[in-house]
């Protein structure tokens, strides 16, 4: 069984359960105090719902924008870490800045 990240109904990026937990966590550390509720929002199905999926499809566009940038600050710690899960992590932006909401933000 795999997780899943979705985006929207044209991007859902598949992943394993170990990457899910590190992309959780990552995103975890890198959210401000005021972004903590769409954070939640967007966790809630793995934190709550014991899913093994996180949803940002139905954010609005300003709580997209809260999230795209969350995933951007992940994806520049990653880009300067070890380089493990970078690929994730450069899938997981390309889906996000690809959805509409990114570029109505």
Do not use: K, Y
């Not at 899943?4 to 598949?14: A, F, G, R, S, V």
């Not at 992940?74 to 450069?90: I, M, N, P, T, V």
Request: hydrophobic letters at 50%; one cysteine or more.
């Amino acid at each position: 069984m795999t997780a899943t990240i979705c985006i929207n109904d044209d991007h859902e990026i598949d992943l394993s359960h170990g990457e899910l937990a590190s992309v959780a966590q990552a995103m975890r550390a890198h959210t401000a105090a005021a972004e903590a509720r769409v954070m939640r929002e967007v966790l809630w199905p793995m934190d709550e719902g014991g899913l093994t999926l996180l949803l940002a499809d139905e954010l609005d566009s300003r709580e997209f924008a809260v999230f795209a940038g969350v995933v951007q600050r992940s994806h520049e710690q990653a880009r300067h870490g070890d380089g493990a899960g970078f690929a994730l992590w450069e899938r997981l932006l390309a889906a996000v800045r690809a959805d509409a909401r990114c570029v109505a933000a």
